[in-house]
């Protein structure tokens, strides 16, 4: 497979070429993407890919992305892809949003609180265990 690095905004395709390895399942993954109908070719989906990425990079280091990537296991997103194809979304970030969006709304600030309370007392309590085993053994070693 190649990939030709150019300006997107050109007609002319120039630039440098570079083969690229992917596996199988990803290469089925960009064709379904092509044949959606949103690129003419592997290249041209890879090189809009790696413009965005490289665009989403620098305007995160630079602190102007109101976008958040979170990583989510290949389980949740073949759920959410089920879930899509019995028509429950319309796609995986209209899913994501709305997952996100209800969760958010069951969360409320009071159950926030309470869980950091708990946390607080489960670390108090591992901190003093830590202490009294601390002690135990420093008077085990006197004896």
């Not at 070429?17 to 990803?26: A, P, S």
């Not at 109908?37 to 989403?56: H, M, N, Q, T």
């Not at 970030?93 to 946390?119: G, N």
């Amino acid at each position: 497979m190649t990939f030709v690095r150019h300006n997107c905004g050109t007609m002319g395709l120039k630039g440098e070429r570079i083969t690229i390895r992917l596996h199988e399942k990803d290469l089925r993954w960009i064709d379904s993407f092509i044949l959606e109908g949103g690129f003419a070719s592997r290249s041209e989906l890879l090189r809009v890919a790696a413009k965005e990425l490289i665009d989403r990079r620098v305007a995160l280091a630079q602190g102007q992305s109101g976008e958040t990537y979170v990583p989510v296991s290949d389980d949740h997103i073949n759920a959410i892809d089920y879930l899509i194809s019995k028509g429950r979304f319309k796609s995986r970030e209209a899913a994501l949003f709305e997952i996100v969006r209800d969760y958010l709304e069951e969360m409320s600030w009071e159950k926030v609180e309470k869980q950091e309370e708990k946390f607080r007392e489960i670390k108090y309590k591992m901190a003093e265990a830590d202490m009294l085993k601390k002690e135990v053994e420093k008077n085990y070693l006197k004896h």
